[in-house]
């Protein structure tokens, strides 16, 4: 099972940013996914997660009706839609996925076992 992160980059405080995360290795669409995020000398924290079918979505307080998290079957690709982007969202940001198939993971990293390899996000003020 392979997670390749991308879109990561340097961006203005109230930009937007959409990252990107492809599957392969498995039946994408059988698979939870989420986003973490770990700032500079900070432990890695959760940020999104959606199920299997797009039915259910959770988000971290701090960025809520800010990101959006979204996933295509077809391309077997999950997204995060960033938008109105602080200084506080700098981090390398994991995309991840849990080890069972139609395991609705919540917000502990322990929850998932594949990880992407991270992309940079640097928001500038």
């Known amino acids: 099972v392979q997670l390749q992160a991308s879109g990561g980059g340097l961006v203005q405080a109230g930009d937007s940013l959409t990252l990107s995360c492809l599957g392969s290795?498995?039946?994408?669409?059988?698979?939870?996914m989420a986003w973490f995020r770990q700032a500079p000398e900070k432990e890695r924290e959760f940020v999104a997660n959606?199920?299997?079918?797009?039915?259910?979505?959770d988000y971290t307080d701090s960025v809520k009706g800010r990101f959006t998290i979204s996933r295509d079957n077809d391309k077997n690709t999950v997204y995060l839609e960033m938008n109105n982007l602080e200084s506080e969202d700098t981090a390398v940001y994991y995309c991840?996925?849990?080890?069972?198939?139609?395991?609705?993971?919540?917000?502990?990293?322990?929850?998932?076992?594949?990880w992407g390899q991270g992309t940079l996000v640097t928001v500038s003020s």
């Open positions: 290795g498995r039946t994408f669409e059988n698979y939870a």
């Open positions: 991840a996925s849990p080890k069972n198939t139609f395991h609705y993971a919540g917000r502990r990293s322990s929850d998932y076992r594949y």
């Open positions: 959606i199920n299997w079918v797009s039915t259910s979505t």
